[in-house]
């Protein structure tokens, strides 16, 4: 059996990144998992809009999705931070832009949700996506 590598672009209303406002939040599209994949990786990017300063951060969430939980037709996706899983939080005052790499839960579909932690300052997210499939 051959493993394969898909790389995918998260997108934010079919763009590749999202200023996300001071104080804001932002959840991207859903990205559908490959039928076939049973692992995924994530690398996550934030770019300061402005100089940084301390407390410019963002806290990176998944919302994964398995389906339809009630069967009335479409995935259903948790709602924001407090229901998501936590991925990671990038300082823009360390290192701009800021990126880590993590692992990624493997469901149907996710979104990626980015919450601005800086009381001044709009911050650029963006991410992308590798699959391990069979």
Excluded: H
């Amino acid at each position: 059996m051959a493993v394969a590598n898909n790389e995918r672009q998260v997108t934010w209303s079919s763009a590749n990144s999202a200023s996300v406002s001071a104080g804001g939040t932002q959840a991207s599209d859903a990205a559908t998992f490959s039928a076939t994949a049973f692992a995924a990786m994530i690398t996550l990017k934030a770019d300061n809009n402005g100089t940084p300063a301390s407390g410019d951060t963002v806290d990176f969430f998944a919302l994964v999705s398995c389906g339809d939980p009630d069967g009335a037709g479409s995935d259903e996706f948790p709602n924001d931070d407090s229901d998501g899983m936590f991925l990671a939080r990038l300082d823009t005052n360390a290192d701009d832009p800021a990126l880590a790499t993590v692992a990624l839960p493997v469901g149907k579909s996710v979104k990626l949700y980015a919450k601005n932690n800086s009381s001044g300052r709009a911050i650029t997210v963006s991410a992308c996506i590798n699959e391990k499939t069979a």
